[in-house]
């Protein structure tokens, strides 16, 4: 069908906010820190999950818990609230490459991880997941680390979608206490 002689008239969407109510109850989420790691604009020297391992427990290198083998680590870019990176003590980036005892272990703490995170947050799901390499989408590819990150109903609206930025409902320092104090009790 041709549409040579026909005129096509756009049609402009507007959305109404009552305006009694919409600039009285708007959050504001700024969070300018996080824009320096999304350009790749600092480039830590050498390993960032290295350098938590041998800090050890404690809030400046965001790791709760810690075995022989392998960490828990808060991650500090979370993209839910208790987003943990579950992760071998050494340095390797291949899950092949792992020796049994820390494969296993690693197993064991995603499974107390995920233990801890139903207990102190009850979510309604949790995602978990490796990604192996950078073609895969790991972004520190040469230092294994999985994801865990709890998830309830309704916790992803249009706000992500339209406005490309996450709300949080609490902040790394309160993740952090309510994660260290559980796995401090076992």
């Not at 828990?72 to 979370?78: E, L």
């Not at 579950?86 to 107390?112: A, S, W």
Request: with cysteine; glycine share 6%; aromatic share 10%.
């Amino acid at each position: 069908m041709a549409l040579k002689n026909k005129k096509v008239k756009a049609v402009r969407a507007e959305i109404r906010i009552d305006k009694e109510i919409w600039p009285l109850e708007r959050d504001v989420l700024v969070r300018p820190d996080r824009m320096k790691y999304v350009r790749k604009l600092i480039k830590p020297k050498g390993c960032v999950f290295c350098a938590a391992a041998k800090g050890g427990i404690s809030f400046e290198s965001l790791c709760v818990f810690k075995t022989k083998y392998s960490m828990v680590v808060i991650n500090k870019y979370p993209y839910n609230s208790g987003h943990v990176l579950i992760m071998p003590v050494r340095h390797c980036g291949d899950v092949l490459k792992l020796k049994d005892e820390e494969y296993f272990d690693i197993q064991n703490t995603l499974r107390m991880t995920m233990k801890a995170l139903s207990e102190v947050y009850q979510p309604g799901g949790i995602n978990m997941g490796l990604n192996h390499g950078s073609v895969a989408g790991a972004g520190i590819p040469e230092h294994l680390h999985y994801h865990v990150i709890p998830r309830w109903a309704g916790d992803l609206n249009f706000f992500p979608l339209i406005a490309e930025t996450k709300v949080l409902v609490e902040n790394l320092e309160q993740t952090y206490n309510k994660l260290l104090g559980y796995f401090k009790s076992l």
